[in-house]
């Protein structure tokens, strides 16, 4: 099976800042990495699609990037409505995994 | 705009079966996609369960397959979760969502139910 690791799993940031988030993969999975974002008591909202396509809707301060096992989720200005939990999940087999997440919090 | 809006049980004894319902709206089951579960344990990854395409086909998680069946009602407009067997493992917020899948691009989940804790307790 494929395992998914996010860094960092938390991290602390202003109004403004640009935030990386890391995904890797266990193995290759091309480009088949998609990215949630999750507020409280909430259900995900799907952001981005085969690892850097925007879903229609989403701001263009979100932007994703990668292939094979290391992707990144960038958003170039945080905004006080990103402050959340953000997900990635592989679609390379047929299990979907999701990783653990990463939470971002405000300074 | 496609929503989805879940209805099921609050807590569950061990043993028990699971029985969750996801209705849609905005959208036509019987024109196509398929339709999943995921569910969120406390403090842990989200895992996704199974998924149904309009036609009734169905695949799922083989860590679940065998306590699990997955149900599309055309004429409801809704799709089903059947989880038997159910132990304080299964706790969890559980979601239904629209499965999209591109053979070039993968597949993902999107628009999400609101979702529903489940509590398996005695």
């Known amino acids: 099976d494929i395992q998914m690791t996010q860094s960092p799993s938390s991290l602390s940031a202003s109004v403004g800042d640009r935030v990386t988030i890391t995904c890797r993969a266990s193995?290759?999975?091309?480009?088949?990495l998609n990215w949630y974002q999750q507020k409280p008591g909430k259900a995900p909202k799907f952001l981005i699609y085969?690892?850097?396509s925007l879903q229609s809707g989403v701001p263009s301060r979100f932007s994703g990037s990668g292939s094979g096992t290391d992707f990144t989720l960038t958003i170039s200005s945080l905004q006080p409505e990103d402050f959340a939990t953000y997900y990635c999940?592989?679609?390379?087999?047929?299990?979907?995994?999701f990783g653990p997440g990463t939470k971002v919090d405000i300074k | 705009q496609v929503q989805l809006q879940q209805s099921g049980p609050g807590p569950v004894k061990p043993s028990e079966t699971l029985s969750l319902t996801c209705a849609v709206s905005?959208?036509?089951?019987?024109?196509?996609?398929?339709w999943g579960w995921i569910r969120q344990p406390p403090g842990k990854a989200m895992e996704w369960i199974a998924s149904?395409?309009?036609?009734?086909?169905?695949y799922y998680n083989p860590s679940l397959k065998s306590r699990v069946t997955i149900s599309v009602d055309s004429s409801k407009n809704q799709f089903s979760l059947n989880l038997n067997s159910v132990t304080a493992a299964d706790t969890a917020v559980y979601y239904c969502?629209?499965?999209?899948?591109?053979?070039?691009?993968?597949?993902?989940?999107?628009?999400w139910g609101q979702g529903t804790p489940v509590i398996v307790s005695s």
């Open positions: 999940q592989e679609s390379y087999s047929n299990l979907f995994t």
């Open positions: 905005g959208f036509s089951i019987s024109s196509g996609y398929y």
């Open positions: 969502a629209r499965h999209l899948s591109i053979a070039a691009a993968g597949g993902w989940f999107d628009p």
């Open positions: 193995q290759s999975i091309n480009t088949y």
């Open positions: 149904v395409y309009h036609s009734g086909s169905t």
């Open positions: 085969a690892a850097s």
